[in-house]
RNA sequence: GGAGAAGUGGCAGAGUGGUCGAAUGCACUUGUCUUGAAAACAAGCGAGGGUCACACCUCCGGGGGUUCGAAUCCCUCCUUCUCCGCCA
């Protein structure tokens, strides 16, 4: 932790703007070396990750509470955080105050000079001595608030939105639409079964090649693949979504930005010769393109969308969830991202959550959507619809999206903002879903479609595919 | 990988130790003028902390140092650009 929070510390300050909400991008952020910087120079960066503590301040309770929907109270945490600001804000008054009689004292000095005032320049500088020392004393102090304070503020995950429903587990999830009914089979084989049957997707090659978790797509496999992002990427399109092909490869500050870091640096591989990781999901880069910026709020909504194929170490996972398509190391996915007003940032969750299902929809697919309580919801979500395709064979529900609203949360510490009607500077909202991700809807396409002679592939997938079946 | 050059406000671009948070131009906002627009003229216009509001403090790629005082001097790192090499 103290590892990743001195990393966090070196943010440096990198202001800029946009026109028409085209990002710039700054890359001179972090260093090789693990020395923390002048507090000073980083401080709006350092104080402000995550939640805000002036939001934290003004609507204690009411954060309070909504952090209580995670299934347990943070009160002791946001208490601390408050304190520490205050601790915050009491030595930085006490620092400032004594830096403006420097500054006094400096200009003083420097008008004897002029004046040709030698001695009395020479008995100010002697003053300077000792509050020089005071303040070499309080700006460590400062420092040490400082990092009490972030370290403090990280611990805690977002509020979660007042529609989440309080819970641990996903049991608790909630239930709110499904949509289509099973599909009757003649035949009932899992995927891989079918994979295998009709040599569309090679595990077995792929752990020569590289390992568990990485497949090899052939032949009808592979060009169904093609198929799904061609098809998955017209569709956003048709949305208003621009096309984006971001990098797949993010360096620290970009992992910190949406999150990923300091949490689940683990589930990342990391490339340590160059210190980059491989992205998780595409809402990594595609976010981060808007690290440091100041949109024009006239560009609200912005909607991007990418597709890339995404890398996850999903350390620890083992057993029959992971079998076939379940769970990969490699997978490709179209994410979709939205950054918004703030007001209008829950309206834009539903409309983005009605896009998801819509393409499940023609794709034909039984699906439900569930809202997740607050237990089951990632850290830096304050509200999550899951929509799960139902798996035939497999007799059971995969998830295939996952679209979330993040409020201030990200854009806090991307510094994404915009100049509101009032003039002053805000944070904009951040939300993203997966649109879609390939593995589990290819999986749920070849059982739940398989027919003795073969399987019949979606009316809308043809085009793409060129061709109506696998056998 | 080797050799050079450079990093200042939304952009361009001055500024080499003290009234510099930073000239000037462009862009932008508001006002005057105009039937309207353009042009012209006038004013405003970086970010963060702090305050009821001021005051005040910090930021000129990051970090460190010299100095009473640093955008300006020194060290170091990072990044970008140009040339050479290698290569899809």
Redesign the pocket.
Known sequence: MLFFCQLFF?F????????QGKP?F????????F??????????AL??PMLQ??EIRNAFDDISSRLAKRGKRFDQELNDVVAL?DK??HT??E???L??S?????????DC??AGKRDE?EA??AK??EI?EQTKQLESELREAIDALTDALTQIPNAPHDSVPTGKTPEENEIILSHGSEPSLTTNKPHWELCEQYDLIDFELGVKVTGAGFPVYKGKGARLQRALINFFLDEGLKQGYNEIQPPIFINEASGFGTGQLPDKEGQMYHMTVDNLFAIPTAEVPLTNLYRDV?VNKDDFPIKNMGYTPCFRREAGSYGKDVRGLNRLHQFDKVEIIQITHPDESYKTLEEMSLYVQSLLQKLGLHYRVLRLCGGDMGFTSALTYDMEVYSAAQEKWLEVSSVSCFETFQSNRL?L?F?NDD???QYAHTLNGSALALPRIVAALLENNQTDSGIEMPEVLRPYLGFDRID
């Open positions: 070196r440096g300050k990198h202001t800029t703007t946009t026109s710039r700054l890359y001179t952020f972090f260093t090789n070396d020395i923390l910087p002048s507090f000073y120079g980083n401080f709006a104080i402000r503590v002036q600001d915050r804000k930085q008054t620092l400032d105050s830096l403006a420097l500054n006094a004292i400096s200009k003083e000095i420097g000079f002029k320049a100010l500088k300077t001595v020089k100041i510094k903002r100049k003039g002053k500077m």
